[in-house]
């Protein structure tokens, strides 16, 4: 596995698409978050490309599937964050739906991923 390219990887492009726009919309954020959620939501988001491309470039089967799982709970966290963010007022509907449109995309294919490793 290791002599592949991760940055070929459909959920590996996704995912840094959802770094960008997580990066984008915590400037919406109070100041008062900045080591808040503003923080967690950042640190989470860079998590899920980092984690598909540690994973990918292991050597072992079980290795890469590890890694996609934590991309694949951190990809968990960022929705999760996001829908805080709107039930206590920080961001609308309109604003975070590109986000968690991703968000789904990349735990569809994570998912998958996931399961073809194990059979």
Known sequence: MADRNFKGL????K???LAVEIHELVKFLPKDELYGISNQLRRAVVS????IA???SR???PDYTKFLSCAR?????VETQLIICLRVGYLTEE???KALSLCNEIVKMLTRMIL????
């Open 10 to 13: 459909i959920v590996w492009e």
């Open 95 to 97: 604003q975070i739906e």
């Open 59 to 61: 050597s072992s089967t």
């Open 15 to 17: 995912s840094m698409d």
């Open 48 to 51: 899920i490309p980092s984690n």
């Open 116 to 119: 073809n490793n194990k059979q």
């Open 54 to 56: 540690e994973g990918y």
């Open 73 to 77: 709970g951190s990809n968990a966290e």
